[in-house]
């Protein structure tokens, strides 16, 4: 799904390439965070991958990148950090769909005395977190974006094809019929 988004992504990217609003340029650099991170994360370059993930969700706000860099900073053991993205993540999309995942997450890391219940003024002992579940595949079908792109392609295809039938059909009756003409031996 993510390779998928990266695509749709690139695909902004060349499609806003004209615009002068900058845009163009902020998904671009997002998406270059984005594939860092996710490279890094099949690395288990965990702590790398959730900065990557940040540094996206900051110039995209996409909730996926949010999921995304909770999950990272728990791989890396950052529980302080993933307990605040997880929250955050359900304050900023409280109808996403694996909420109830994230408050698996939460209550487990709600759970570890470390990130429960800190001293004042000694750091934090942060245990490894597990290795992070496989979630259940996102539908593709209900994502907006990839509609919104869909629909655009169609669109812009459409009004080409349309033009194009228009132009190609309209020949008058006095333009001359084209042949390769005859020839004289």
């Not at 359900?90 to 939460?106: D, K, S, W």
């Not at 759970?111 to 490894?128: F, H, K």
Request: charged share 20%.
């Amino acid at each position: 799904m993510r390779a998928m988004k990266v695509v749709v992504w690139t695909v902004l990217v060349v499609a806003l390439g004209s615009s002068s609003d900058g845009r163009a340029d902020t998904i671009g650099e997002a998406t270059v965070h984005s594939r860092r991170a996710i490279a890094a994360y099949a690395l288990r370059h965990c702590a790398e991958a959730a900065t990557e993930f940040e540094a996206a969700f900051k110039l995209e706000p996409d909730k996926a990148l949010l999921f995304d860099a909770a999950q990272a900073h728990r791989c890396a053991g950052h529980n302080r950090r993933a307990l605040e993205l997880y929250q955050s993540y359900l304050g900023v999309f409280p109808t996403a769909p694996n909420r109830g995942f994230v408050e698996q997450q939460l209550a487990r890391l709600r759970a570890q005395p470390e990130v429960s219940a800190p001293e004042a003024g000694n750091p934090i002992a942060i245990a490894p977190a597990p290795a992070p579940e496989v979630e259940a595949p996102r539908k593709w079908r209900k994502q907006a974006w990839l509609w919104g792109a869909i629909g655009g392609a169609v669109v812009v295809v459409g009004v080409g094809l349309g033009v194009g039938l228009g132009v190609g059909l309209h020949a008058s009756p006095s333009d001359p019929v084209p042949s390769l003409g005859t020839v004289n031996y």
